[in-house]
């Protein structure tokens, strides 16, 4: 749903149930539709901490000292699956495979497939696009952001629209957030009157959300439209703060606009709170409907911003201390402390993962909330940086898509056996994703493979409601 107003600024509104089957209304967020979001740290975690002590049932005290503790308030929401080994496989374990641990880690995750030897980039579409394929009403390609400085070449890529075909991620949130609110069409010219008039873009439709008020919505809808207005607002004034955005400033500031160099939004400094932007608006586009699947990658395989905010005072990159090492190329010494410093990190991610759900929970919808209908899932690079291991990937997902997918547990897959018998191939967790928020075939029917040719098919029964 859009409200159109002054100047042609289109703004997105939640999905409203008052509305359904009125006339005139757009299709743009289908009641009980589905939503995939891939939120995707890049290097490895602290594999000591980053899991609950025990599996089974998610509780206060199996998440407390892990990764995941920040996440204790979504336990009964979250399925932890333990024991998914990458494919193609790394450490040239695969025949036909091309490229080093880092770029396979990028570049297979999202694709199940392996990579060009001339380019390494994927030789195949990723999940999210394909999901957006088929869950966004016009098949528009998932939104997909980044945060932080990332590498321009395959180490910069999880998303593809298809083989050979990397989907570079937006990484400055007022660029995304415009074109949200139809602002990607206005001139410059148009653009800039908006700042010096310290207007917002909700003053601009300020008539049309008056006569949507007054068609009689029900009382949930009129708290979620107002909720709605209220996060418009917070998200312009903090990205107004950070001097990322042309709305509310003053005259003077507006005029230095194009001086802003858009390379900043990549700096070390920039990163939390980039980050946090970039995550409002994904949560606003996916609550309006106006993309059903979003990626948000933080920072470059193989690199990584120095983390030196929240309690952190790192002197070395995240790559560094996944390795543990002082050089990018472990030609240096080892780094004092650094598993406690990588288990910081996992800690810190896991807030912002929170903030994510929080701000997805938000949204109410139907008798749940816009989370409730979505599969959000946490995913990783490597596990233990060290060794670059593809094996016993980190994984977290929340929310149960609709009641598809098992909530508030730890599960174990492998359970005590080898981890090295490899029984666990992560594109059948792609698969039953896919399936969960009601992607299939061709021909209708449910999908039952995703990746290279060859690899085993099928989605985990374990992970199912």
């Not at 006569?211 to 207005?229: I, P, Q, T, V």
């Amino acid at each position: 749903m859009f409200l159109r107003g002054a100047g042609g600024v289109a703004v997105a509104l939640p999905w409203l149930e008052s509305l359904v089957g009125r006339r005139g209304t757009a299709r743009a967020a289908e009641p009980g539709g589905k939503r995939l979001v891939v939120f995707f740290t890049c290097n490895g975690v602290n594999l000591e901490s980053f899991f609950p002590q025990t599996p089974g049932p998610l509780t206060m005290e199996s998440l407390m000292g892990s990764a995941l503790e920040p996440l204790a308030g979504y336990r009964d929401r979250l399925l932890v699956p333990r024991g998914l080994h990458m494919v193609p496989k790394g450490w040239g374990h695969d025949p036909g495979t091309a490229g080093n641990d880092h770029a396979m880690g990028m570049g297979h995750k999202l694709t199940a497939q392996p990579l060009d030897p001339d380019t390494l980039y994927a030789t195949g579409i990723s999940v999210d696009q394909f999901a957006a394929a088929q869950l966004n009403h016009d098949g528009r390609p998932a939104l997909t952001l980044s945060v932080g400085w990332r590498h321009p070449d395959h180490l910069g890529h999880i998303s593809y629209a298809g083989s050979g075909m990397p989907v570079s991620p937006e990484g400055n949130p007022w660029l995304t957030y415009q074109d949200l609110m139809g602002l990607g069409e206005l001139s410059d010219v148009e653009k800039l009157r908006i700042a010096t008039r310290r207007q917002s873009v909700l003053d601009l439709v300020e008539d049309e959300f008056k006569a949507l008020k007054a068609r009689g919505l029900g009382h949930e809808d009129a708290m979620k439209l107002e909720m709605h207005a209220d996060s418009i607002r917070d998200l312009e004034v903090e990205m107004a703060g950070n001097g990322l955005v042309a709305c509310a400033l003053d005259p003077a500031r507006a005029v230095e606009i194009e001086a802003v160099d858009p390379e900043s939004v990549e700096l070390d400094a920039q990163f939390k709170a980039i980050g946090r932007m970039q995550l409002d608006v994904l949560a606003m586009a996916i609550a309006c409907g106006a993309t059903h699947v979003a990626t948000i990658q933080w920072a470059s395989g193989s690199g990584g911003p120095i983390y030196q905010w929240d309690g952190m005072d790192h002197e070395y990159n995240h790559h560094k201390l996944s390795h543990g090492n002082t050089k990018d190329d472990d030609s240096g010494e080892e780094v004092v402390g650094y598993r406690e410093m990588l288990s910081q990190i996992d800690h810190w991610h896991a807030g912002q993962f929170k903030h994510l759900l929080d701000r997805l929970s938000a949204y109410e919808e139907g008798d749940g909330t816009v989370l409730d209908r979505s599969a959000v899932v946490w995913m990783h690079e490597l596990s233990d940086g060290k060794v670059h291991s593809y094996i016993d990937l980190p994984t977290v997902i929340a929310g149960s898509a609709g009641g598809y997918l098992k909530q508030g547990q730890f599960i174990d897959l492998v359970a005590g056996q080898d981890p090295w018998d490899l029984r666990y191939p992560h594109n059948r967790l792609l698969v039953t994703l896919l399936n969960a928020v009601g992607c299939c075939g061709e021909d209708g029917s449910p999908i039952t493979a995703f990746g290279r040719k060859g690899l085993e098919e099928g989605e985990y029964g374990e992970l199912l409601a």
